[in-house]
């Protein structure tokens, strides 16, 4: 079982659509969630952290379920630049170190 | 924030060569991570190098193919050795910003090995 595991897609929606990502992972000592967007050809780039009280920012809503071990991430009204990878991430602090445990991202393509 | 360089963008070498992956920051941090992310695939952490100390490399990962530098707190080598066409891949340096508990990556060094 792979340790942060996602629907790689595509998530095809039109402009203005609402999409949802879903994300597991499977190590119930992770500490920290987080969402990064990746665009083609280009770094990972932080997109939210996500906390247990779930947390939002403009159009992107991101929840956390430890019980379940579960990530989701909400966008509304979809604009075609939010087109990119979504990549769920996991950080499994050992020893004072960062792990980031990336999943292999889901794709989303907004059309107008 | 930080703001990573990383040197060569992109380049392609001949197999059995080695070619070394330079990471500059603008600001002093202290732990500094390198990536892999080969076609089509998620990232997987190689190893993690902080400033003094010898890199701590991921399973699947070994000093001799990997060797990695660290010798101040803004800078940071990889080095692919002895590369086969397998290491194609983009080769990508991350810092842990000290204010958050954050990761930020540069632009990455896209390899391919022929």
């Known amino acids: 079982r792979k340790e942060v595991e996602q629907d790689p897609g595509p998530f095809n929606v039109p402009e203005g659509a609402t999409v949802a990502f879903n994300c597991t992972y499977s190590?119930?000592?992770?500490?920290?969630f987080f969402w990064y967007r990746q665009d083609c050809r280009k770094e990972p780039k932080l997109l939210m952290s996500?906390?247990?009280s779930g947390n939002e920012d403009g159009r992107f809503t991101a929840q956390l379920n430890r019980a379940s071990q579960y990530i989701s991430l909400l966008i509304r009204d979809s604009k075609l630049s939010d087109s990119a990878t979504y990549l769920c991430?996991?950080?499994?602090?050992?020893?004072?170190?960062?792990?980031?445990?990336f999943g292999t991202g889901t794709r989303l393509l907004v059309s107008p | 924030s930080a703001v990573i360089s990383q040197k060569p963008s992109r380049d392609i070498c001949q197999r059995g060569t080695s070619l070394t992956i330079q990471c500059q920051v603008d600001?002093?941090?202290?732990?500094m991570f390198w990536y892999r992310q080969q076609p089509g695939q998620s990232l997987t952490l190689i190893a993690t190098?902080?400033?003094?100390?010898?890199?701590?490399?991921e399973s699947g990962f070994v000093i001799d193919k990997f060797p990695i530098s660290r010798p101040n707190l803004t800078f940071s080598t990889l080095t692919v050795s002895n590369m086969s066409p397998e290491d194609s891949s983009i080769y990508l340096c991350?810092?842990?910003?000290?204010?958050?508990?954050?990761?930020?990556f540069g632009e990455g060094s896209w390899l391919t090995v022929v």
């Open positions: 190098a902080n400033q003094g100390s010898e890199a701590t490399y």
């Open positions: 190590n119930s000592a992770s500490q920290s």
């Open positions: 991430v996991v950080n499994q602090r050992n020893t004072g170190f960062q792990k980031l445990v």
């Open positions: 600001s002093q941090v202290t732990m």
């Open positions: 996500v906390y247990s």
């Open positions: 991350s810092v842990e910003v000290p204010s958050g508990n954050t990761i930020y």
